[in-house]
């Protein structure tokens, strides 16, 4: 599936930065989850990461008073996922669950980044160009779970295999509100094709997803 895998894969609603945090963050929700516990639980989190992302969406203590803000949090975006499983982009807006949860709040206030300079020079390692984050959770009954580490998301040269049935499910579902059944599997089938998309017409590509009337619209 190359055409649909040219770059990261923002399977997650997350800043470039923070996306293998918020995978990690997923972890630790299933992990606790099957432990019978929650986010209500955790006294505190360590996130080890790269300096750009101390540098761009390190906002522990910052308000979150708006869209702009809560997508540039990493604290933000990793509260949001281990108290509700999921992060989205409906998940940045005023007034949303998530916007509005106390616990995600209070959360957000308890995750500290520090630098890991291993994870520095990585981030700009020609060889690698990874974007490590690694969270540890301490739980208020004083246990410490392991830490989970992710050093690249999914659609990163490192994990291209490993992201393309995330990115077809998501193009998928993005496809399906605006086009038939029958137009969703054809417009899935050309992307699969890279010789026949590439033959088209940039016109004939085009027209391929115009519709006469939309409900969004």
Request: hydrophobic share 35%.
């Amino acid at each position: 599936m190359p055409v649909l895998v040219r770059r990261d894969s923002d399977r997650i609603a997350a800043e470039f930065h923070s996306q293998t945090a918020v995978e990690a963050s997923q972890k630790i929700y299933n992990q606790l989850k099957s432990m019978g516990k929650s986010a209500a639980d955790i006294k505190g989190i360590t996130c080890r990461t790269h300096e750009a992302c101390i540098r761009i969406i390190d906002k522990q203590f910052k308000p979150m008073d708006n869209f702009a803000d809560r997508d540039h949090c990493i604290q933000y975006m990793c509260s949001v996922m281990l108290v509700f499983g999921r992060l989205t982009a409906g998940d940045y807006t005023d007034g949303s669950e998530a916007a509005t949860s106390p616990l995600v709040e209070s959360l957000r206030q308890k995750i500290k980044c520090v630098e890991d300079p291993q994870f520095t020079a990585d981030y700009h390692d020609p060889a690698l160009r990874t974007i490590s984050n690694a969270l540890t959770v301490e739980l208020n009954d004083g246990t410490v779970l392991e830490e989970v580490v992710v050093e690249a998301p999914l659609g990163h040269r490192l994990r291209r295999e490993e992201a393309k049935p995330e990115i077809l499910a998501k193009y998928k579902r993005h496809l399906e509100p605006h086009y038939s059944a029958d137009q969703v599997k054809q417009l899935v089938a050309l992307g699969q094709d890279p010789k026949k998309l590439e033959a088209m017409s940039v016109d004939e590509c085009v027209d391929l997803y115009a519709v006469k009337e939309s409900k969004f619209v």
